[in-house]
């Protein structure tokens, strides 16, 4: 049952001023002493899913029944201490929100922490929650990982339940988390994914050329002794092109497809309140409604070739190697025109997964001028519990 949050000094304005609540831990369980945020797309039993918009707010009811990621992390032990800032509807990945402001990146003072998870990555980031709950459709914890160094997961599309969240593309949607250490964030995913994390048994990997010719050249350069590191663990280590017409190419087809669901599943409710959205998410509404049919068909027939060739790169079970993102985070404030490329640069890095439903871990190993950059790795869809035991014996040997 929720009550409201106690105490909390909120310094990185991180969590959601309107709404109080929180849920003591079970007195014993694998999480117990554990603090966590929930992102406010997360259903708490008697209070309303924010969704990182005002006008959402006031026009949907308190929920009945608590999601079941929250509940699940509650029974084992865990205590949440607050629901925490999201873009609006999700429908980003920097992280301001110009409603309710932008979380801070305490790991990048001055630089936005990556959206649409952007409070759960700050809260962690500031050491204000031992982990915290996101969710990932076209990036939205992976991105904030990189920004905001830390372990973050988008796992196997359709792993975790996503019963009582706030949908924007269900064909994309999944929940992940983030923790500091590989340790906790392990812990954490062995209740989530409700198995044991096995010893990595690594056998090849794949370090995917297109991936990195996309990031700044400083970025490469940072991450090079980061993947020797990683390749050490394997057996077999092969560079490999994934799209042979280029990465962006593969991004456009998810962004007219996600674009699309994420119409078809917000529209009434758009047609019906004509809600205060921030001009670049009303922007995406927009363009998104003026898809056609013939384009939604094109986007499907580019994506079932994707799918294809992923399934051949995918055989024999090897591990993917990408940078998360193509540059630190980029400064808070900065106008739209100046991040259209960096956007389009990061969504053509998180297509990869998104598309074939695959797990992708952000491992915080590297910074460029003290700014946190990640390195990630892809495996193939069920392979969520391997990527977490890499994470774990890589932290080891990063020292």
């Not at 009550?3 to 959601?16: G, I, K, P």
């Not at 117990?32 to 899913?49: E, M, P, Q």
């Not at 980003?92 to 990556?114: D, K, L």
């Not at 391997?386 to 994470?391: C, D, G, K, S």
Request: hydrophobic share 40%.
């Amino acid at each position: 049952m929720a009550t409201t949050r106690r105490s909390f000094h909120d310094h990185l304005n991180a969590f959601c001023k309107d709404t109080g609540a929180y849920l003591q831990g079970a007195p014993d369980g694998p999480l117990s002493g554990l603090t966590f945020a929930a992102k406010d797309i997360l259903d708490i039993a008697g209070y309303v899913t924010g969704g990182g918009n005002p006008d959402w707010k006031e026009t949907h009811p308190a929920a009945d029944k608590t999601a079941w990621t929250v509940q699940t992390l509650v029974d084992a032990g865990a205590t949440m201490a607050g629901k925490t800032i999201t873009d609006e509807l999700t429908r980003g990945i920097f992280g301001e929100n110009a409603h309710y402001g932008t979380p801070t990146n305490p790991r990048a003072p001055g630089r936005v922490p990556g959206g649409s998870s952007s409070g759960s990555a700050s809260a962690v980031a500031g050491g204000l929650v031992d982990f915290a709950l996101g969710s990932d459709t076209g990036g939205s914890v992976r991105v904030p990982s990189s920004f905001c160094g830390l372990y973050g997961l988008r796992p196997t599309h359709g792993r975790i339940p996503l019963d009582g969240i706030l949908l924007q593309a269900p064909s994309y949607d999944t929940i992940g988390w983030f923790a500091n250490d590989s340790e906790t964030f392990a812990r954490v995913g062995s209740v989530l994914l409700q198995s044991q994390i096995p010893e990595a048994r690594p056998q090849s990997l794949i370090i995917a050329e297109d991936a990195f010719e996309l990031a700044d050249p400083e970025v490469v350069d940072v991450l090079k002794p980061k993947v020797d590191l990683v390749s050490s663990l394997f057996g077999e280590t092969r560079r490999e092109r994934l799209s042979p017409g280029g990465l962006i190419e593969w991004s456009g087809q998810q962004q007219i497809l996600q674009g699309r669901e994420a119409w078809e599943t917000a529209r009434d409710w758009l047609d019906r309140v004509n809600p205060r959205l921030s001009f670049e998410v009303g922007n995406r509404y927009g363009l998104a409604q003026l898809t056609t049919e013939e384009e939604v068909a094109a986007a499907r027939k580019v994506r079932g070739e994707i799918l294809k060739r992923m399934n051949e790169v995918f055989a024999g079970g090897p591990v993917i190697c990408l940078p998360t993102t193509v540059s630190p985070a980029p400064p808070t404030g900065q106008r739209l025109s100046e991040r259209a490329s960096l956007r389009a640069r990061n969504s053509a890095l998180t297509s990869v997964a998104g598309t074939t439903g695959a797990p992708q871990i952000n491992l915080p190993l590297a910074e460029l001028g003290g700014l946190p950059v990640g390195l990630s790795l892809i495996g193939s869809p069920g392979a969520d519990e391997l990527l977490i035991a890499l994470a774990r014996r890589i932290e080891i040997l990063n020292g």
